[in-house]
Structures are given as C-alpha cells and as structure tokens.
C-alpha cells in the first residue's frame, strides 16, 4: 500500500510540471501556426493584386484579432472572401497588432506593392502574441515580400 502511494504522488508531480510546459508548448504551436496563416493570407492578397491586375486590400481589427479582405476569395473556404478570425486559429487570449504606417488596413498595387493609406507603405507589421509568446508577420517596403519570425516579448 506505501509503495502504491508513493507511486500516485510521484505521479501527480510529474503531471504538476509537466501540465504548465504543456500549455505552453501548445500555446507557441497554435500561435506559429495562426503567424505562417496570416503570412499566407496576406501573400495570396498581393498575388491576387498581380495575377487579376486589380488592386487588393486587407483590413485588420486589432481590437477583435480579426482580418478580412472584400476583394479577395479565400484560399482555405471555396467562394467566400478572405474573413479570420486568429482566436480560432490560435488560442483565445491571442492579441494582434497590426501597423502599416500607423493605418490598419493594408492594400496592394497591380504590381504588388504595399499602400497604406494613398502612399507607398515604408513599415508594416503584424505583431501576434499569446502567453509570453510573440510572432511578428512583416510585409517588406517596396516589394511586399512577407515573413515570418519568432520575437522576444518586449519588456512591459
């Protein structure tokens, strides 16, 4: 019966210390996964603007970590436009920051260059962050180019 009861307990501190890097594990998962999303979306955006010779936009809410685009069809749902919402996709504590020069929405020419607002966009951004976790989606000036980085959480 005691070694029975020593197994239980050494049981239940294993399942202590490992639940917490669990959570966490799976928190930086879903977050790279809704980051390598977004990168995705906005990429289809502005080769939508260059195949259809039709400029493109995308418009972030950062209160509601949602994006939208009413320009372009989805690549994930056949026949709806581009509409997410990266509580879903991530964890329900996630927080978006999107800024292309102080705007946020985002729009490419029929060459595939980023505007904000009227102007050719100089610094754009998608700042996603879950439990300590940040992942930063940027849209390259000029080009439009995207990527994807893991980044240390800035200090509060």
Do not use: W
């Not at 639940?19 to 996964?33: G, R």
């Not at 977004?38 to 949602?66: C, K, L, M, W, Y």
Request: hydrophobic share 45%.
């Amino acid at each position: 019966m005691i070694e029975l009861t020593i197994t239980v307990l050494i049981v239940g501190l294993i399942a202590a210390v490992a639940t917490p890097q669990f959570a966490a594990s799976t928190c930086v998962a879903n977050l790279q996964s809704a980051a390598y999303h977004v990168a995705a979306d906005v990429e289809h955006i502005r080769r939508s603007a260059i195949v259809t010779g039709r400029p493109t936009s995308i418009d972030f809410d950062n209160s509601t970590a949602q994006y939208e685009s009413v320009t372009v069809f989805s690549t994930q749902r056949k026949g709806t436009l581009v509409d997410v919402e990266l509580r879903q996709l991530s964890d329900s504590s996630t927080q978006m920051i999107a800024d292309f020069d102080g705007e946020s929405s985002l729009s490419f020419d029929t060459e595939g260059v980023p505007r904000a607002g009227s102007a050719a966009m100089t610094s754009g951004s998608i700042d996603l962050r879950c439990g300590g976790f940040r992942y930063v989606v940027t849209i390259a000036k000029g080009t439009g180019a995207v990527s994807v980085a893991s980044a240390a959480m800035p200090l509060e």
